[in-house]
């Protein structure tokens, strides 16, 4: 027979359960190289997705220090979270852009990770 205490521990226990099996924090599902190389005549397309509840948002950090934003005929970020580096002319070089560390980053309400450092060379 039960007591209202234990009726109220079971009924908090699997609420518990309940609620850690609907939230997961980030878990990358593809991770990016570590390296890029690429010529500034084909451009580049850099994956990282991850997985999680709810679902993480992607963003990319350049050098550890600012969040990457799209720069209109070099680089973006698609909304499947690839950095993508377009082909660009040789006067169109920009150190801080194509010769630099990028990081992804995936993040939702449960938590936040970080990928390996990817340098890019173009």
Same mark, same amino acid.
Request: charged share 15%.
């Given at each position: 027979?039960?007591?209202?205490?234990?009726?109220?521990?079971?009924?908090?226990?699997?609420?518990?359960?309940?609620?850690?099996?609907?939230?997961?924090?980030?878990?990358?599902?593809?991770?990016?190289?570590? !390296?890029?190389?690429?010529?500034?005549?084909?451009?580049?397309?850099?994956?990282?997705?991850?997985?999680?509840?709810?679902?993480?948002?992607?963003?990319?950090?350049? !050098?550890?220090?600012?969040?990457?934003?799209?720069?209109?005929?070099?680089?973006?970020?698609?909304?499947?979270?690839?950095?993508?580096?377009?082909?660009?002319?040789?006067?169109?070089?920009?150190? !801080?852009?194509?010769?630099?560390?990028?990081?992804?980053?995936?993040? !939702?309400?449960?938590?936040?990770?970080?990928?390996?450092?990817?340098?890019?060379?173009?």
């Amino acid at each position: 027979m039960f007591t209202v205490i234990t009726l109220i521990y079971w009924l908090g226990y699997y609420c518990y359960v309940a609620i850690s099996l609907e939230l997961q924090g980030p878990v990358f599902l593809h991770e990016p190289s570590q !390296n890029v190389d690429f010529a500034n005549s084909t451009g580049a397309v850099i994956p990282c997705s991850a997985h999680g509840k709810p679902f993480p948002t992607i963003t990319w950090s350049v !050098n550890d220090r600012t969040t990457v934003s799209d720069i209109p005929g070099l680089r973006y970020v698609r909304s499947d979270g690839s950095l993508v580096f377009l082909p660009f002319q040789a006067h169109d070089f920009r150190q !801080n852009i194509h010769d630099a560390s990028y990081r992804c980053i995936a993040s !939702n309400s449960v938590g936040v990770i970080g990928s390996r450092e990817v340098k890019v060379r173009g």
